[in-house]
């Protein structure tokens, strides 16, 4: 929380800036790598004009896309294709065009997911994320999008909470919501998959002794 004030917050720019948006793009980045994938995206949308950088004008595509923001991606892609030519650029305004109903010549881009990255969420696909690889903001976009099998929106919440990248509250709604297993913990052993957080979670909850479920 104290970074996400920190990285938001109004401020001229250090000394030596060289006012090309250096310092903004290093903010929204790191406010991507922390999971604060929404404040990244507004923060990135706050650069006056087109942005000359793109990095920054990656960053601002991603990060929309990795909180929900479809429309608003796609809207920054059709702006930013004709400064930045590059593939990525390109597939996304591609994919754009299918659910506005326009002809998309020579069909849509192959739906790689690790080459395409967020941009296959334009597309309504799910969005992968391996939590042993997988950056703080994409598990928290993972763990959120409905698409994902449930199984794995789960270990991508609990990757994302061990990287303090999504809110308690909700993923502990999402570990009371995950279905029972038949398996359990031992009193002693720390979970290390999101189906064993879930598991210790429930315990906790079930358990009527207020000194043993702190133990817990």
């Known amino acids: 929380g104290l970074a996400r004030s920190l990285l938001v917050a109004i401020a001229d720019a250090p000394p030596g800036d060289d006012g090309d948006s250096k310092m903004l793009t290093r903010r929204v980045l790191k406010l991507m790598a922390i999971g604060n994938v929404a404040d990244a995206a507004a923060l990135a949308r706050a650069a006056p004009g087109l942005p000359t950088d793109e990095t920054l004008a990656k960053a601002e595509v991603d990060s929309e896309l990795l909180a929900g923001q479809i429309e608003a991606a796609c809207i920054a892609l059709r702006a930013y294709a004709t400064e930045f030519q590059t593939a990525w650029m390109q597939n996304g305004v591609l994919i754009c065009r299918a659910p506005a109903g326009e002809t998309v010549e ?63 509250e909700t993923l502990a709604a999402m570990l ?31 358990t009527p002794d207020p000194v043993q479920k702190a133990a817990m």
């Open 176 to 206: 009371a919501a995950a279905p029972p297993r038949p398996d359990s913990l031992a009193a002693t052993d720390a979970p290390e998959t999101g189906a064993a957080a879930a598991t210790l979670y429930r315990d906790i909850v079930a």
């Open 106 to 168: 020579g069909g849509l881009p192959a739906m790689d997911a690790d080459q395409l990255g967020p941009l296959v969420r334009i597309a309504g696909a799910p969005l992968g994320a391996d939590p042993a690889t997988a950056t703080p903001g994409r598990l928290y976009a993972a763990a959120r999008d409905p698409q994902v099998p449930p199984e794995q929106r789960l270990e991508a919440a609990f990757a994302a909470g061990r990287a303090s990248a999504i809110h308690g």
